[in-house]
């Protein structure tokens, strides 16, 4: 009678990690950890997720690697703020740089959305809709929707399956949504209210093809969208 191979346990675990990474990672992104607050301890996440203490210290350390936490010793891991996270520098305070953003973003955007649009879940769905309606919903209060913005941003790169896309959006940090971190001087007479609402008309769009699970229509509102607002920076110069 043959011998069957051990499992390949290694693989199992790495496996495991990944899922408790991506639900933290989800947390993160919906400000249900909030920057400087404290993980769950390794014991609550045993629980939580059902594994064991060797997988959630693997998941921590890929955690740490990609910038979103940091563990202090005998004190526990902690959410690290944007702007403090090893990696990508890109000061965004410009005209000029605001555009160089945007057209960054538009060679990573594009692929990540028609990604979304064939793999997202309704959950993650969910969610761009939950942050699109509390952009509206900062709009209509005059408050900046910098952070909303953000987070739809940064789901739709989740909604790939590809932790690359996620990790380099986290990078980017609130230099994604540069539209506020513009120098005075260099403003004019730009209304940033006023793009904030065609900014949201075309996150609509872009969310209408997610939904509908449609790449290319997903593709053409992206790139809408940052050529517009490539466009309306433009202007300003």
């Not at 199992?12 to 920057?35: D, H, M, Y």
């Not at 890109?90 to 990573?108: I, Q």
């Amino acid at each position: 009678m043959p011998i069957e191979s051990p499992a390949p346990v290694r693989k199992r675990s790495t496996n495991l990690a990944q899922g408790v990474v991506e639900v933290l990672t989800q947390r993160i992104l919906l400000g249900q950890l909030k920057p400087g607050e404290k993980l769950p301890s390794e014991s609550t996440i045993v629980l939580e997720h059902g594994v064991s203490r060797t997988v959630v210290r693997e998941a921590l350390s890929k955690l740490q690697a990609s910038g979103l936490v940091e563990t202090r010793h005998g004190i526990g891991t902690f959410v690290l703020e944007q702007h403090t996270r090893p990696g990508l520098r890109l000061h965004v305070d410009t005209v000029a740089s605001v555009r160089n953003m945007l057209e960054l973003r538009l060679g990573l955007e594009v692929q990540a959305v028609a990604l979304a649009a064939l793999r997202r879940s309704d959950a993650q769905l969910a969610h761009m809709r939950q942050a699109l309606d509390d952009y509206q919903a900062s709009l209509a209060n005059n408050d900046s929707c910098v952070e909303e913005d953000k987070r739809f941003h940064q789901l739709i790169a989740e909604a790939t399956g590809n932790t690359f896309f996620t990790d380099i959006m986290l990078h980017l940090g609130s230099g994604m949504i540069p539209r506020t971190q513009v120098k005075g001087a260099e403003r004019g007479g730009a209304d940033f209210a006023k793009l904030g609402q065609l900014a949201n008309l075309e996150h609509e769009a872009i969310y209408n093809a997610i939904k509908r699970q449609d790449p290319d229509a997903a593709r053409a509102a992206m790139v809408l969208h940052l050529t517009n607002s490539r466009d309306r920076f433009s202007g300003q110069s």
